[in-house]
């Protein structure tokens, strides 16, 4: 099955996405990954009057350090932050889940002290 017609926009700013959730309320969906998304909408589960596409806007994916305090963007991909310097410099251990053939694929970071433990959260 092919999904409902939509509209598409790539916003740039998060005053555009703002402005567009305000203009189209519970007609519009968030694109970021959309793996979850793009199944529901050929399946006709959700139809969206448009999409906004929020890949582009910048810093959403970023990943830094301010002295001990590490910011993850909440765009960044989980193999970024596996593979990050920054995430390694900091000590910090994290556990990915994710659903693969058996239920679950997990991903360490090995790192000799662990001073944190953070998990991301994920679709199942």
Known sequence: ?????????????????????DEYGDDARILAGG??????????????????????????SDISADGDTLHIGALARHSDVLESDLVRKQGIQF?????????????????????????IGVNF
């Open 35 to 60: 793996q979850s998304l793009m199944a529901t909408l050929n399946m006709r589960l959700s139809a969206p009057e448009v999409l906004i596409d929020i890949n582009s806007i910048p810093g959403l």
């Open 95 to 119: 556990f990915l889940q994710s659903a693969g053939a058996d239920g679950f694929a997990h991903a360490f970071v090995d790192l000799p002290q662990p001073i944190h433990g953070i998990r």
């Open 1 to 21: 099955m092919k999904p409902a017609p939509f509209a598409y926009v790539r916003a740039e700013t998060l005053d555009q996405v703002f402005d567009l959730l």
